[in-house]
């Protein structure tokens, strides 16, 4: 499949809503690939996670940082090449293909940037099928494949390449990189030839946040529900339909951490919702609960919680909102879904589930929550 | 010149002089050369910076971090040579020779380790003359020569490879990785050809420091002042004779800071003294005043400052005391003397003067401040 004008508008949608609210600036991260498509040494293709050979060596394209500061920051074309021509010599072997590491607006877009100006393929699949904050929560690090080496680069020229035991000190080294680099930088990791891309990597992500993108498209022109149409493809629910009435906020250390709360509107379909919910985030929407306070975060209260994925999405034309993105007074659905079978194991838990990232509350998959709900 | 046991005793006492209180213990520092020097694959040889050859790649070995974490760390005798190695590899060549960053305690034998492990030569030169507490404080930055490639290892195998722009970003990296490192690491910077070599680094400091073990060591043995005998060396004064009465002092940023008060003792010969000294230090002895706290610091109290040296020494044996060894009741002779003239051209004062750390008062040699005093 060839890659076109269009495709990059889907997908940078489509993989908003994937992103969960974070993922980096999906506008900017389409202009970069359109501008790229444009000048590509030949047409961009994306193949199929099965079509990948088990000899090439396939290399990530994305950017890691606080999605705020990519947004003001001004990333340079070549950052990116950089950074995957270190890790090329860091390999030192060429890279047949490349991939995103996250479905996140921005990072979705990278590879197709680095696939144009390296007339490589990128692959359909990544490492989340969402995004998540940290550089260790990739199936790759669920399945033990290494993070080495990791290369990050700048705009200003300076490129760092980690060597790094494990995914954890890959995150480790990295943020306060990426801090001195300015709060966001390119970053190559897990490095894997095509064998272990295709036993570890989730397929067709690629293609899924591109079809989202174009559900929502379609159905704005047909005047129809764009977050059904969204729903009908990610199989999940609405926890409210609100109003934003305040947003908590700070970026530091390499993220942005902070929290949204939803007043539920008064309109039919909203009956079972509850008053208020919180949605806790860092750079991605983590976790959403009942109540108007973070303090009133409790296992009960619990609507939804990362691994599964929680995205905003503009009430009446579905438009996924990023965290970034949050005002006062939008009118949004608050919408939750399954994540991948990889994030719901033991191990999967362990590294994504709510109390790594600090919630004192067990995992229950959305479904169950559902399923407590009704 | 052959190394032994002896020498790298003479080399740690002097070296720590020298060191102005900061370039890492000088005992375990001696403690890993003699173990390598046992099981050296041939002889360590010394040898002068007129001997290196044009074409020869040099590439120095010293460890970064906090010193009083590099006490309590265990230092793995693997991870210099790592760091060292890693450099090769990003150099693509070997090293015919290595060579002390710093004339500090640890960092002036820890060439002699390496040396050990490769069958090279270490090379009677450093880029400070002293120590100083930061990556960029070197005669090559002054001299414009690029500090990249970087690398840096821990005990626990994570290698870190930097390609900064220059070596005040070096710096900015490496900080804040050798902070994840758990606050000390091995690092190579500053690889260059012996020509490079032969024209900014300061020769024979390393048997300077050697000649200041040795004098503090017979004197003892004679029963002579001790810090006369160092005073003959490098040609300072005494600042005060004094006990040590507090000590301020916090570990942070990968840095030990703080200041240590001293109360002249009532002896013949400290008529002329200032009643109380106030040193401040940040790893090294950076800026010394009288008074008895920082506040007292202005351009008149003054008594010398970085980038000459300020050294700490028992006021019986002559032994210089590390910042991280200072403690209540010691009783001590302050010295101070003059840096390497390339430390005081106005790159050098730029680069590491008082105002570089904060210090709002400028810069004065320590003749013109004893010409003022007199």
Known sequence: ????????????LGATVLGTGGGGDPYSGALMAKVALKNAIKPVEVIALEEVQDTWMTVPSSMIGAPTVSIEKINSESQMLVAFEAMEVALGETAAATFPIEIGGFNSLIPILV??????PVVDCDAMGRAFPEAQMVTFYLDGLPSAPNTLADEKGNVVTLHPIDGVWSERFARPITEEMGGSAAMCDYPMLGKNLKQSALGGTLTRAMKIGQAIRLANAKGENAVDAILDIVGGQRLITGKIVDIERTTAGGFVTGGVIIEKLNKAGTESMPTDVYVHFQNELLLAHSGSSAGDLNQDSVLASTPDLISILDHETGQPITTEQLRYGQRIDLIAYPCDPKWRTAKGIEVAGPRYFGYDVEYKTIEELAGEIQ
């Not at 696939?115 to 490589?120: F, L, P, T």
């Open 115 to 120: 696939a144009a100006q390296k007339g490589i």
């Open 1 to 12: 499949m060839l890659i076109n004008e269009q495709m990059i508008d889907d997908i940078a």
